[in-house]
């Protein structure tokens, strides 16, 4: 493993606030990073050295920004695949395009989980109405309906409870492909947070518990209740396996239900993630800087906490702009993004609370 020396550059495929966060922790390793991303207007390019603004399939763009490239990586799982064959020999390419192409579809990550000895709800794939009414005679309701693709904070779901319309739910969903989920009965939500060094070396960040609020992450606090932490050996012995299974290289986060059966799992993100934000001031060594770390070759860094205690908040939509009273705490850390309209449910910023 030869690692790359600072001054290399970092190209970032995506440029919203997760490649703004990975440009700064690489700008204080001493590298420099170039986002590509279809959107003029880029928060990560705000602090990056070079910015191209092309499609994804656009490749003779993709090919010269993969040319001035000494490693490639992601901030965004739904980075189209079949363009990345194209460069992934150009510059090597973090995390692998297995993992993408897994992540893309709920199908095949479910089966995935599964494939390591994981748990998951019952699930059904569906194509349209007809299957719907088959998946629901089968699994049931109350039921979750969500897209096959392209789903997150929410969007592209809808919950089916008994005696629903069932058209109803299938036109909210866009008539697409689609997969529908036994209802889990859960105490709490938690992810594990991992990073994988080109040599196989995993470590984990302390196990975050998150709250949502509809559909979109509000809070995370590390350590974890009991309730969790009875269930964290489990969880992290299958997130270890399906990165080994992958050879992943960087940042992996799964998320999981906390179960009186144990861990079940939801889904996986295969980069650096909303519930790790904590990290950053939370932990010795962020899951950014980290991130960097491991797709550059080097040492991966210390991932304890640095504090008893840490809560991190999403700053959602007009939240954001309380940052005066926010920053009167001075326990508080905030982190604003630099987007200009604060649409209802879009992450604006978050601050993270430590306590010692």
């Known amino acids: 493993m030869t690692a790359l020396p600072p ?5 970032i495929l995506g440029g919203g606030q997760l490649g703004r966060m990975m440009a700064i922790a690489a700008a204080q390793l001493g590298y420099h990073c170039h986002i590509y991303a279809p959107e003029e207007r880029s928060v990560a390019a705000e602090v990056s050295a070079e910015f191209t603004c092309a499609g994804y399939h656009d490749l003779e763009s993709l090919d010269s920004f993969a040319k001035k490239c000494a490693v490639i990586t ?3 799982e739904n980075v189209p695949v079949d363009p990345l064959f194209h460069i992934k020999d150009r510059a090597p390419l973090y995390p692998p395009v297995g993992a993408l192409e897994i992540a893309q579809n709920r199908i095949s990550e479910k089966n995935f989980a599964r494939d390591q000895s994981g748990v998951t709800a019952p699930f059904t794939e569906v194509t349209d ?3 719907l009414e088959q998946a629901i005679a089968e699994i049931g309701a109350p039921a979750i309906l969500k897209t096959i693709s392209m789903g997150y904070d929410g969007k592209g779901q809808a919950r089916i409870k008994a005696g629903d319309d069932l058209n109803v739910h299938w036109k909210a969903v866009g008539e697409q492909p689609c997969v529908a989920e036994g209802f889990v009965t859960f105490s709490h939500e938690f992810s594990v947070i991992l990073v994988r060094a080109q040599d196989g070396e995993i470590r984990f960040w302390d196990t975050p518990h998150n709250v949502h609020e509809d559909g979109i992450l509000s809070v995370s606090n590390v ?5 969790i932490l009875d269930q964290q050996e489990e969880a992290r012995a299958l997130a270890a396996h399906m990165a080994q299974a992958i050879n992943y290289v960087g940042v992996l986060t799964c998320e999981f239900f906390a179960t ?3 861990p079940v799992f939801n889904e996986m993100a295969p980069r650096v993630h909303n519930s790790g934000h904590w990290s950053i001031e939370g932990a010795i060594t962020s899951q950014f800087e980290n991130h960097i770390r491991a797709i550059c070759g080097l040492p991966l860094g210390d991932t304890g906490l640095a504090a008893k205690r840490v809560e991190m908040h ?4 007009t939240q954001a702009d309380d940052w005066q009273n926010i920053l009167g705490d001075d326990r508080n850390h905030l982190h604003l993004y630099g987007k200009r309209e604060a649409r209802e449910g879009r ?9 010692f």
């Open 74 to 76: 992601i901030e965004w």
């Open 260 to 262: 009186f059966k144990g």
């Open 347 to 355: 992450k604006m910023g978050h601050v993270t609370k430590l306590f």
């Open 314 to 317: 999403n700053l959602i939509g």
């Open 129 to 131: 109405i007809t299957s």
């Open 7 to 11: 001054g290399s550059t970092i190209g």
């Open 223 to 227: 350590p974890a209740p009991s309730e």
